[in-house]
T-cell receptor, first 114, second 111 residues
Framework: EAQVTQNPRYLITVTGKKLTVTCSQN?????MSWYRQDPGLGLRQIYY???????DKGDVPEGYKVSRKEKRNFPLILESPSPNQTSLYFC?????????????FGPGTRLTVL | DAKTTQPNSMESNEEEPVHLPCNHS???????IHWYRQLPSQGPEYVIH???SNVNNRMASLAIAEDRKSSTLILHRATLRDAAVYYC????????????FGTGTRLKVLA
């Protein structure tokens, strides 16, 4: 089944403890992206990647890192999480670079930073 | 950056058509208008997209104003399963792949 998977689905951590949220897609998509969703603010893009080793900042990249060493994986790294990074995170992927191609979203990761 | 404006919420009766508006007055000439929806406790899912002409698919229709500064997503017969948050999306800046989702419209469908 074509899908985007995220792990973990739920995570509670403490301030300053480095964490990684993994994202993997099995559709051979070139484009991958991370979003965060907060009440009243909708979805905001954190980082995106056009292909392996090509990444760029979205709207809210501060406090996050990403890497794209393989086409199928796009992990989101929080080197020193803070409470304002408590949020619902979504990974997405789409084929090619065409703007018209639809994005496929993962199920989300709910992160709480205490 | 481009910006979209949508009403926070709308209501519709079941089996009736729903028109969800979106204002995108800053859109560039070559950018597509995308619509996604997010059902409760799920990630967003694609609904439809268009550039200039009106578009139809099995889920919905998209009507785009002639000046492209606004668009309307049309659900022809709303069902209870269509209750979701609907997002109108543009690229932040033409030529990039940074997307602006905004806060969306929460659609409530009444039985």
């Amino acid at each position: 089944e074509a899908q985007v998977t995220q792990n973990p689905r739920y995570l509670i951590t403490v301030t300053g403890k480095k964490l990684t949220v993994t994202c993997s897609q099995n559709m051979n998509h070139e484009y991958m992206s991370w979003y965060r969703q907060d009440p009243g603010l909708g979805l905001r893009q954190i980082y995106y990647s056009m292909n392996v080793e090509v990444t760029d900042k979205g709207d809210v990249p501060e406090g996050y890192k990403v890497s794209r060493k393989e086409k199928r994986n796009f992990p989101l790294i929080l080197e020193s999480p803070s409470p304002n990074q408590t949020s619902l995170y979504f990974c997405a992927s789409k084929i090619g670079q065409g703007e018209y191609n639809e994005q496929f979203f993962g199920p989300g990761t709910r992160l709480t930073v205490l | 950056d481009a910006k979209t404006t949508q009403p926070n919420s709308m209501e519709s009766n079941e089996e009736e058509p729903v028109h969800l508006p979106c204002n995108h007055s800053t859109i560039s000439g070559t950018d597509y208008i995308h619509w996604y929806r997010q059902l409760p406790s799920q990630g967003p899912e694609y609904v439809i997209h268009g550039l200039t002409s009106n578009v139809n698919n099995r889920m919905a229709s998209l009507a785009i104003a002639e000046d492209r500064k606004s668009s309307t997503l049309i659900l022809h017969r709303a069902t209870l399963r269509d209750a979701a948050v609907y997002y109108c999306i543009l690229r932040a800046t033409s030529g990039t792949y940074k997307y602006i989702f905004g806060t969306g419209t929460r659609l409530k469908v009444l039985a």
